[in-house]
Nanobody
Framework: QVQLVESGGGLVQTGGSLRLSCAVSGRTFNNRAMGWFRQAPGKEREFVASISSSGGSTHTSDSVKGRFTISRDNAKNTVYLQMNSLKPEDTAVYYC??????????????????WGQGTQVTVSS
């Protein structure tokens, strides 16, 4: 069983920064590609960023490119999402997700097998 626990969300002003963390249980973290998604009220869950199992390759959505960075520490079984220059439209519940595989190109929710419970990010204007 794989469990994912996000942390680091909160309330921040426009232009501020937050770093989300996702701790993953289990011994297969090094074999899993990871992703971050977000869901705003009344909207579909959308892709934010993904990273390969080694951490050597990443993929980021156009809406956050240049502002958000995904990374991972395989020694700590943790994936991160550094969010800079935050905007009110970034307000959402952020979820991390895991799947078996090495590539960073998984951008669809159905491609992931495990999900965390989500952490709220609110950006005030």
């Amino acid at each position: 069983q794989v469990q994912l626990v996000e942390s680091g969300g909160g309330l921040v002003q426009t232009g501020g920064s937050l770093r989300l963390s996702c701790a993953v249980s289990g011994r297969t973290f090094n074999n899993r590609a990871m992703g971050w998604f977000r869901q705003a009220p009344g909207k579909e869950r959308e892709f934010v960023a993904s990273i390969s199992s080694s951490g050597g390759s990443t993929h980021t959505s156009d809406s956050v490119k240049g502002r958000f960075t995904i990374s991972r520490d395989n020694a700590k079984n943790t994936v991160y999402l550094q969010m800079n220059s935050l905007k009110p439209e970034d307000t959402a519940v952020y979820y991390c997700a895991a799947r078996r595989g090495v590539y960073a190109g998984y951008t669809v929710t159905s491609e992931y097998d495990y999900w965390g419970q989500g952490t709220q990010v609110t950006v005030s204007s």
